[in-house]
Nanobody
Framework: QVRVEESGGGLVQAGGSLKLSCKAS????????VDWHRQRPGGQRELVAR???????TYADYEDERFAISRDYANNTVFLEIFNLKPEDTGVYYC????????????WGQGTQVTVSS
């Protein structure tokens, strides 16, 4: 059984920062690429950042340099740091992980709420 769980969200004032975690656990042989997605209130889920199995990061918006994705291979965990938070960053942040068990499949977590007050 495989589990993907996000954590680290919360209520933050504009200008602050957060570090979100996405941890995969269970019968995992290998953790592949991991994405972070955001769903704003009333909006659709959108890709924020991705990190490949080899650690290469890609961002949906390279002009917005407030996001940093990284991974901890030893603990099957991927992080998303958000700096200089803005009210428009408010939403639920989800991670999607490609996991080999050894079958390859994508797993979503339940999300973590981020609320930014102005």
């Amino acid at each position: 059984q495989v589990r993907v769980e996000e954590s680290g969200g919360g209520l933050v004032q504009a200008g602050g920062s957060l570090k979100l975690s996405c941890k995969a656990s269970g019968n995992i042989i290998k953790l592949g690429a991991v994405d972070w997605h955001r769903q704003r209130p009333g909006g659709q889920r959108e890709l924020v950042a991705r990190i490949s199995r080899t650690g290469k990061p890609t961002y949906a918006d390279y002009e917005d340099e407030r996001f940093a994705i990284s991974r901890d291979y030893a603990n099957n965990t991927v992080f998303l740091e958000i700096f200089n938070l803005k009210p428009e960053d408010t939403g639920v942040y989800y991670c999607r992980a490609t996991i080999f068990t050894p079958m390859q499949d994508d797993y979503w977590g339940q999300g973590t709420q981020v609320t930014v007050s102005s």
